[in-house]
């Protein structure tokens, strides 16, 4: 059983679209991250929610949007999509906060 | 500046090696990872620990945090390890990343 899952795995779209990546951790895990690797593949988070809190919000254009519906999932929204945003973004959980990163298995999104 | 710094960058090495990568950092931290992101991009938790030495198989986590230093080992390295080894250190909920060390072991 996939214990962290995102879909889609590919996602290729227009500029000004706007799109949205799921994740799900069947872990039982309290705190979901965002995070996003760029094309020289550094990582950097972007969010990070505990028991449906948003406890971190890195410097990310308000065109993004997490969405907690409950613990077990943290959407991401993406409004306006430019092409800057096209990267791979990989969705994440732990335990607690600040513990052992699960990770999923990343979300290729391409603007064109 | 990066806040983690790692090295090498790139390493190639032959089967059996014995392999050390390193990571240091600026600030203080609550704890220190090390994952693995294999060529096809997954990416794995190999240690999260905050003091002293963890060791997993082949694999072999040590932290100084007096020196801000810590240091990834593998032991009779397979071409199966080639991948990229990424430091990441926690802090204030939040996390900072190395830019990794892409190993490339030759059979």
């Known amino acids: 059983d996939t214990a962290v899952s995102q879909t889609p795995k590919y996602l290729v779209t227009q500029m000004g679209n706007d799109k949205s990546i799921k994740c799900e951790q069947n872990l039982g895990h309290d705190t979901m991250y965002w995070y996003k690797q760029d094309s020289k593949k550094f990582l950097k988070i972007m969010f990070s929610?505990?028991?449906?809190?948003?406890?971190i919000n890195e410097t990310v254009p308000n065109r993004f949007s997490p969405k907690s519906p409950d613990k077990a999932h943290l959407n991401l929204h993406i409004n306006s999509l430019e092409l800057g945003d096209s990267a791979v973004y990989f969705c994440?959980?732990?335990?607690?906060?600040?513990?052992?990163?699960?990770f999923g298995p990343g979300t290729r999104l391409t603007v064109l | 500046k990066n806040e983690v710094e790692q090295s090498p960058q790139n390493l190639t090495a032959q089967e059996g090696e014995f392999i050390t990568i390193n990571c240091s950092y600026s600030v203080g931290i609550s704890a220190l990872h090390w994952l693995q992101q294999h060529p096809g991009g997954g990416i794995v938790s190999l240690f999260m620990l905050s003091s002293g030495k963890k060791k997993h198989g082949r694999l072999i986590a040590t932290i100084n945090i007096q020196e801000k230093h810590s240091s990834l080992h593998i032991t009779a390295s397979h071409p199966r390890d080639s991948a990229v080894y990424i430091c990441a250190v926690t802090r204030d909920d939040k996390i900072i990343f190395g830019k990794g060390t892409r190993l490339h072991i030759l059979p």
């Open positions: 994440a959980s732990s335990q607690q906060r600040e513990g052992e990163q699960f």
């Open positions: 929610y505990n028991n449906k809190e948003l406890i």
